[in-house]
Antibody
Framework: EVQLVDSGGGLVKPGGSLRLSCAAS????????MNWVRQAPGKGLECVSS????????YYADSVKGRFTISRDNAKNSLYLQMNSLRAEDTAVYYC?????????WGQGTTVTVSS | IVLTQSPATLSLSPGERATLSCRAS??????LAWYQQKPGQAPRLLIY???NRATGIPARFSGSGSGTDFTLTISSLEPEDFAVYYC?????????FGQGTKVEIK
């Protein structure tokens, strides 16, 4: 079964850090670009970051540039999002999504809450 | 690229036809997708590249358009179709989503 499992969310204070993970199974992970998409409570969807198959191409939304770092480990079939200098407005459910190139497989989401 | 969806809310009865619109602020060619999202769930890909149904999506869902104007049509609403629908482009980074159209039971 093709599957993505998100993890690593939690409650963190403003200015803190968190590392999200996404474990892939059921497909050849190294053949697909991957994205992180977030959804603030009661709001719409925002593409946060994208990484190509060999990590050669990496993109960030302006809202997270300089604070978030996307990475992947193809040997471990895993995608990561290192989030630093977190702000209240980063509070959201974070989803990883496979880009084939359209986002056809999504994780279940992991919740990040930034609050003092 | 800004995607504007209309209407914000569509109130319809089961069996009725739903027509959702998505307009791009500049051409996205055919690089447009539609997603369905239900409360507490991840988005689900319905249509990609403007008019191609994703795997397992029923034939009552169809997409059309190119350039800046796109439409998602649900030919006859089933009870499980009441949800929020988003359009999304992949023309250039940043990929963006529309603000969503909620299809609710009338």
């Amino acid at each position: 079964e093709v599957q993505l499992v998100d993890s690593g969310g939690g409650l963190v204070k403003p200015g803190g850090s968190l590392r999200l993970s996404c474990a892939a199974s059921g497909f050849t992970f190294s053949s697909y670009s991957m994205n992180w998409v977030r959804q603030a409570p009661g709001k719409g969807l925002e593409c946060v970051s994208s990484i190509s198959t060999s990590s050669s191409y990496i993109y960030y939304a302006d809202s997270v540039k300089g604070r978030f770092t996307i990475s992947r480990d193809n040997a471990k079939n895993s995608l990561y999002l290192q989030m630093n200098s977190l702000r209240a407005e980063d509070t959201a459910v974070y989803y990883c999504a496979r880009a084939s190139p359209h986002m056809d497989v999504w994780g279940q989401g992991t919740t990040v809450t930034v609050s003092s | 690229i800004v995607l504007t969806q209309s209407p914000a809310t569509l109130s319809l009865s089961p069996g009725e036809r739903a027509t959702l619109s998505c307009r791009a602020s500049q051409s996205v060619s055919s690089y447009l997708a539609w997603y369905q999202q239900k409360p507490g769930q991840a988005p689900r890909l319905l249509i990609y590249d403007a008019s191609n149904r994703a795997t397992g999506i029923p034939a009552r869902f169809s997409g059309s358009g190119s350039g800046t104007d796109f439409t998602l049509t649900i030919s006859s609403l089933e009870p499980e179709d009441f949800a929020v629908y988003y359009c999304q482009h992949r023309s250039i980074w940043p990929w963006t989503f529309g603000q969503g159209t909620k299809v609710e039971i009338k």
